[in-house]
């Protein structure tokens, strides 16, 4: 049987005693750990309804803004070709570059502006009424990864009145 040194028990039961001692000043306690989870469950409650929220909202002004966007084109083309040939175009389609002017693009049917394409239809008058112009939007394949993810209203169509 092995003897042990002159006040080695001794030593061992202090050292035992600051490691339960030491143990317990270290870390947190159950109740604590507890609290900062219900803490961190109720300001998930608050904080993910409003990132939502955000996330709808950030759609809707993306679709204002595409809809904006394709009002404007179409109303600063018609500018331009009422003042380079002064008269209005018959309809949309008149819009299309031509003679080393450009309007609308080289096709009204895939006039890109980024992220979107626009496709132009119709527009013109019949007599002195004005008729609708339609835009169908669809995602530029080559544009912004995932920029349909906000969105449900891809290849929709939208119109608007024949500027007079």
């Known amino acids: 049987m092995k003897t042990q040194p002159p006040g080695a028990a001794e030593q061992g039961g202090i050292m035992i005693q600051k490691s339960i001692q030491n143990r317990g000043q270290k870390g947190f ?85 980024g992220d979107y394409i626009l496709d132009y239809s119709g527009g013109g008058m019949n007599g002195t009424t004005p008729l609708n112009v339609s835009v169908t939007v669809t995602v530029d394949a080559n544009g912004t990864q995932n920029a349909n993810s906000l969105n449900d209203w891809q290849n929709t169509t939208f119109t608007f009145p024949w500027p007079n």
Do not use: C, H, Q, W
Not at 43 to 52: D, E, G, H, N
Not at 73 to 96: Q, W
């Open 29 to 113: 306690t159950l109740v604590e750990l507890i609290s900062v989870i219900i803490i961190l469950g109720i300001l998930a409650a608050v904080i993910t309804p409003k990132y939502f929220d955000m996330s709808r909202e950030a759609a809707r002004g993306m679709e204002r803004g595409v809809r904006a966007e394709a009002i404007a084109r179409l109303n600063m083309a018609y500018a331009k070709f009422v003042l380079v040939n002064g008269s209005a175009p018959a309809d949309v389609d008149a819009l299309a570059d031509a003679g080393g002017e450009t309007y609308l693009g080289a096709d009204v049917g895939a006039v890109d502006i």
